[in-house]
């Protein structure tokens, strides 16, 4: 028998097995961490208030929206908890960033649609049509919206995964709620705003 032709020697094999199950191991606890959301990005930034808020209805086709607060000064995150608590499945909710003159909003739906637009009077731009997104949470499940600004830069994010980026001059903001129904009428959970200051970019 050649050189050749001889089988790795049994510690070659044993390593070869040890790696095996390292990187099974490995893999194992990459794909638990990410389930458990540890690796998620966070506000990236200083608690400045939070705002705790109550259930929203809203009637058959109707549309409405409220302000909760002023945002901060210079670059800022919100976070807005809501979850869908009855009646029409077919609405939407949503973080808005703006004032009665025109507003940043992203949406979604119960039924796993999320949305991103821009309402300036009449005119609405759409940065992101309605669209399925799989890290909606459906039916009463509570999600998350999260909008970064820092200038004109925006990022949106629902359950902590990135949704949208892209740029929008917002004047003289302040953070609210959305609620709208394609359908009879629908009841909002909006369980709370929260607010992070972010550090300013060099």
Known sequence: ?????????????????????????????????????????????????????????????????AWIARVPAGAYTVRLTAAHAGGEP??????????????????LSPLGYAAVWEQ???????????QPWPHVETSTTPNEIQVDVTGEAVTVRINRELLWQGRSSLTDPSAGIFLQSFGQAATVDFQAMSFYRRPATK
Do not use: K
Request: net charge negative; hydrophobic share 40%; with cysteine.
């Open 1 to 65: 028998m050649t050189r050749e032709q001889c089988p790795p020697p049994p510690h070659i094999w044993r390593g070869l097995g040890l790696a095996a199950v390292l990187l099974l191991l490995l893999s194992v606890a990459t794909i638990a961490t990410i389930s458990a959301g540890i690796v998620d990005p966070g506000p990236a930034g200083s608690p400045m208030a939070r705002h705790t808020l109550a259930p929203q209805e809203i009637g058959a086709g109707e549309q409405s929206h």
């Open 120 to 130: 300036q009077g009449e005119v609405r731009e759409m940065h992101l049509p309605w």
């Open 90 to 107: 077919d609405s939407g909710y949503g973080l808005i960033l703006g004032n009665d003159n025109g507003y940043f909003l992203a949406a």
